[in-house]
């Protein structure tokens, strides 16, 4: 026994016993994989490998892997293997093996022999009998013998074709049938992680470490099979509704450019591209992204390809035009981004030379003229000219130019040795942001007019750049058109309105009761009763929405009182997570700025509030990804047509009136107090309409609603990692 | 003698000790308990804290009695104690932090240049402003070194900051930036984080981030520092440069300083008050008198390392 213990002290890594062991491991995964597949549907059983039917295949495996997991516990005990198992494999061990065999003798002798009822009472000693010799024989013996009996019967089973894909078994107990396709990978499942742990225990020599490396293969497994689950879904989704969301997509190549370079840009720049100087999981994730990179570069080509011979591609419904110039909205969203990326590698520069306070001066000038410009054309929403001549692109031209010209000045003198760059030259950050302002300038001032600026070949387009049928227009009634626009932009205000709403009532409700209120039987009340209000039925507070905020709001179902009754829903789930938050804030710094002098209420604006800030992010994100899909309530209060051919102008709805009588300035919206529709609404409207031809328009349905979920959780996630980095950073 | 068996000895006669010292404080409890001349102390000029006749109970446990002590200026008093003798709560009496705890009750005066603190309608935002704190284990918030030093002046509106640069949120005043520096260059930390003003606070060094929490208190420029065993979160290196720095500070600055190393009371401060079990202030007087020539037989057991 010593000897055993001074070669575990160092692991001389690999004895032919150690090889098997991992052999079946990787046995156990690949059935347990391959099982996975098979209920997913991504395998068929009926299929053939060879001329060898899948079924049978996974027979001999099954058998096989039940062979082995038997020959690992025989070579332990018998064999003169050297392991160091306990004496026992553990009560834990028993349970499950008698829980096992049990079920098992007791479905064989109720069923396959025909006992009814009475072969459970023939069932019970087997399952006893096996627990008790699990328990009573060495671990080596214990942990491997009966697993590997139960996964040779199953094999022996499938083997001689007592349970084929065709079987079928029908319980009376239930009324249901469950057929071989489900059951034959269930069962291979359940070998899979009996022969995995009994081969990961085996390959640790069993003992303290062998039990811990069987414990850990188990938990891998299972959170394999999660994560599979989850992936399934989407994947299920997109694969159904990518079709009917894309067709017909015109996308100019000059737009698709922009993006994949901004794609490009983001990768290289948060993630990891490098394999060579990573390891484990890092390295693969490496490659993956290097992997992205380089598609990326390839796209890239093959659409500069595309514009110089000028020839669209289309494919999969989807038409590339050869446009060099690119779109407005997708321009801004693209210079709002890289404007992020920079700014967090904008050092502060203080020019230390006159000179180069003049400059920053004269940049600094630019950028602010042509922000007062682009503020008086938001807000008279029309184009700014003197003379004819659009003062927005003049600027935003002179300053983009300038501040391009810096930068390819900074880069030439930074390149060459003989040159030293003049002390006056802003930092590469600061020209590269001035000019993206410029660039975000010009393309908000594209979008307000819906004049393009085209400069020979490249330029700024307000349309036709992005041509999105799906997704940018109204459905026309089923069978005519397919769109979403309406529905999707009735979701996004809707789930707007809530979180406007929500979210500030929720906070400060948590300052008060965490900051302000002792600990009492209030406060208990106020969280059982915020528990409880997290839990109560959508539809409730739909009817309460439909019989109290409806009257008093216009009187018919709208989208304000949709907004009102989603933020009912989503104020608990925020209340709860910002208590939680402002509780972990520790009480040193509370103390801390008391002791500065600092009130209180100065102390939870500026350390508590900032610092609860990601937990209170956690629960807007999980509450809207609850209320963006909530169809009950929007029944109720929202109740508009199913088909909607408008979008709800809730921008242009606004109207101001001015008046002599208090409170002079009198802001209405009669676009909040209209029906709308919402995704889940359309979605549940076209399910239940019943045309079997309009099921993909479901699935498109779906699918950009579930992209609309994952852009509000993105949104989250970002800002939730700014306060994040802003707190431990 | 080996080392251990030589704790042996040393824990066998502390528990003897407590034990005879226990029944002679039943006896001869008037002696023990009621020599002012042990806790008299004569300075020159006005103390700036007066203290008469302070009792702290928490619910009811009399966690504090009868303490009358006076503190001189610019000097470092040091408050040494065996654990759970008082001392903290002392500390804390002494800026009104023990507000913060529910179950506390303060009776007594603490006179801060004459005026009574426990009065009604003291302004505790500056009454904190003038007597600032340090505590036992560093806690900077989680912000920048700039808005960690900057953070009280700025809500006192003590940094006048434009419209337009708050509105941005970004430019920082050249007085502020004045005061920053000056801060840190007396916390003797300048050198260390210069250039660095914008990371985030907790990246520094446990030793660091102490000295970065007494340069906030310097910030809002108090007559008096409190520090609650300031150094004995860090390791030998760091205490020896927090201790340099309260040397310098006592120019300046009254400190008050609550210490469970005696060595270090010896080195730092220049009158010693001992705390002893019960919440009784036993003696005080000049930091050499009290460690050489102790006037109380129980103070002389602790400091020679008999009992606590």
């Known amino acids: 026994m010593s000897d055993a213990y001074h070669s575990q002290l160092v692991n001389d890594g690999g004895t032919t016993y150690e090889r098997f062991a991992m052999a079946v491991v990787a046995g156990a995964f690949a059935a347990f994989v391959l099982a996975a597949g098979t209920l997913f549907g991504w395998v068929s059983l009926g299929g053939h490998v060879g001329n060898v039917p899948v079924a049978n295949v996974v027979a001999v495996g099954v058998l096989a892997l039940g062979a082995g997991t038997g020959t690992l516990g025989v070579l332990s005990r018998w064999g003169g293997v050297r392991t160091t198992p306990d004496r026992s494999p553990g009560l834990g061990v028993g349970i499950v093996q008698t829980g096992l065999w049990l079920v098992t003798a007791g479905l064989i002798a109720s069923h396959t022999l025909g006992l009814g009822g009475v072969g459970w009472l023939v069932a019970v000693p087997v399952g006893v009998f096996v627990g008790y010799l699990t328990i009573g024989t060495r671990e080596d013996v214990g942990a491997t013998l009966p697993a590997a009996a139960f996964i040779c019967l199953v094999g022996a089973v499938l083997v001689t074709g007592l349970i084929t894909p065709a079987w079928t078994w029908e319980p009376e107990a239930f009324d249901a049938t469950i057929p071989g396709t489900i059951v034959i990978p269930l069962l291979t499942m359940l070998s899979g992680l009996l022969a995995g742990w009994a081969g990961a225990s085996a390959s640790e020599r069993f003992g303290t470490r062998g039990r811990q490396n069987g414990a850990f293969l188990l938990i891998a497994l299972v959170v394999l099979l999660v994560l599979s689950v989850l992936v399934f879904l989407l994947v299920f989704v997109f694969e159904r509704g990518i079709a009917v969301v894309l067709e017909n997509l015109t996308v100019g190549a000059g737009t698709v450019l922009l993006l994949l370079g901004t794609a490009l840009v983001l990768l290289v720049k948060f993630g990891n591209v490098r394999p060579a100087t990573s390891d484990s999981t890092d390295k693969i994730a490496a490659f993956v992204n290097l992997a992205g990179a380089i598609v990326i570069a390839l796209v890239g080509s093959v659409l500069a390809y595309t514009i110089g011979v000028n020839r669209a591609i289309s494919g999969y419904a989807v038409t590339i035009e050869p446009i060099t110039a690119i779109g407005a909205i997708p321009g801004l969203v693209v210079g709002i981004v890289l404007v992020g990326v920079l700014r967090q590698s904008d050092a502060t520069w203080v020019p230390a030379t006159e000179a180069g306070r003049r400059v920053s001066q004269g940049l600094r000038l630019g950028t602010g003229l042509l922000a007062g410009a682009l503020f008086l054309e938001v807000v008279t929403w029309s184009e700014l000219a003197v003379a004819g001549v659009a003062i927005v692109p003049t600027l935003a031209i002179a300053v983009g130019v300038i501040a391009v010209g810096l930068l390819l000045v900074n880069r030439v003198a930074s390149l060459s040795d003989t040159l030293t760059s003049p002390t006056w030259l802003p930092p590469l950050s600061r020209t590269a942001t001035v000019a993206l302002w410029a660039f975000l300038g010009l393309c908000l001032h594209v979008a307000i007019t819906g004049y393009p600026v085209v400069l020979g070949p490249v330029g700024i387009l307000a349309s036709g750049s992005v041509d999105w049928p799906f997704v940018m227009n109204p459905s026309q009634g089923l069978g005519i058109q397919k769109g979403v626009m309406p529905a999707m932009l009735g979701t996004i205000w809707i789930v707007l309105g809530a979180v406007a709403f929500a979210v500030p009532l929720a906070v400060g409700a948590a300052v008060y009761l965490t900051e302000y209120a002792e600990d009492s039987a209030f406060t208990r009340a106020v969280d059982v009763a915020t528990n409880g209000l997290w839990s109560t039925p959508s539809i409730v507070f739909g009817l309460f929405g439909l019989a109290f905020l409806v009257p008093r709001f216009g009187g018919n179902p709208s989208i304000f009182a949709a907004q009102l009754v989603l933020g009912f829903m989503l104020l608990p789930l925020v209340l709860i997570t910002s208590r939680e938050a402002m509780k972990s804030v520790p009480d040193e710094y509370r103390d801390a700025s008391a002791a500065l002098g600092v009130s209180k209420w100065d102390t939870i604006r500026s350390v508590v509030i900032p610092a609860a800030m990601p937990g209170v992010i956690t629960g807007v994100i999980l509450g809207v990804g609850r209320i963006a899909g909530e169809t009950a309530p929007l029944l109720l209060v929202l109740n508009g047509p199913n088909f909607p051919n408008s979008a709800p102008g809730v921008i242009s709805g606004f109207t101001v009136d001015f008046g002599l009588q208090p409170p002079f300035v009198h802001v209405s919206n009669p676009a909040l107090l209209e029906r709308a529709s919402a995704l889940p609404y359309q979605l549940y409207a076209i399910i239940t309409a019943g045309v079997g031809a309009e099921e993909s328009f479901g699935w498109g349905t779906t699918l950009v609603l579930l992209g609309v979920v994952l852009a509000f959780f993105a949104m989250g996630i970002a800002s939730r990692r700014y306060f994040r980095r802003k707190l431990h950073q | ?308």
């Open chain 2, 1 to 308: 003698m080996t080392e251990s068996s030589m704790n042996t000895t040393t824990a066998d006669r502390t528990e003897s000790d407590g034990a005879t010292s226990s029944t002679e404080t039943t006896t001869g409890e008037s002696d023990e308990r009621t020599n002012a001349a042990w806790r008299e102390y004569s300075f020159a000029g006005d103390p700036v804290l007066s203290v008469a006749d302070l009792n702290v109970w928490y619910d009811d446990d009399h966690a504090l009695k009868d303490i009358s002590i006076d503190i001189p200026e610019k000097s470092v008093t040091a408050l040494i104690g065996p654990s759970g003798c008082g001392k903290s709560t002392f500390l804390r009496c002494l800026n009104r932090m023990n507000d913060r705890i529910k179950s506390c009750r303060v009776e007594g005066s603490v006179a801060f240049n004459g005026q009574d603190i426990y009065a009604d309608g003291t302004n505790l935002v500056e009454l904190r402003k003038r007597i600032g704190m340090v505590f036992q284990h560093p806690n900077p918030f989680p912000k920048s070194i700039r808005d960690n030093v900057a953070y009280a002046p700025r809500k006192h509106g003590d940094l006048d900051r434009g419209l337009v640069p708050r509105l941005l949120g970004r430019e920082e005043t050249e007085k502020e930036n004045e005061l920053v520096e000056r801060c840190l260059r007396d916390a003797a930390l300048w050198s260390e984080v210069e250039g660095r003003l914008d990371d985030n606070a907790l990246g520094l060094s446990g030793g660091q981030q102490q000295r970065l929490c007494i340069a906030r208190c310097l910030a809002v420029d108090p007559e008096i520092i409190l520090m609650d065993e300031p150094a004995s979160a860090l390791d030998p290196i760091a205490t020896a440069k927090i201790e340099d720095l309260i040397e310098d500070l006592a120019e300046e600055y009254t400190v008050v300083i609550v210490t469970h190393n005696m060595q270090q009371a010896a080195r730092i401060s220049d009158q010693t008050a001992v705390f002893l079990t019960g919440g009784e202030l036993v003696e005080y007087g000049d930091t050499d008198q009290v460690f050489e020539n102790p006037r109380s037989q129980r103070v002389e057991d602790y400091i020679t390392g008999k009992f606590g």
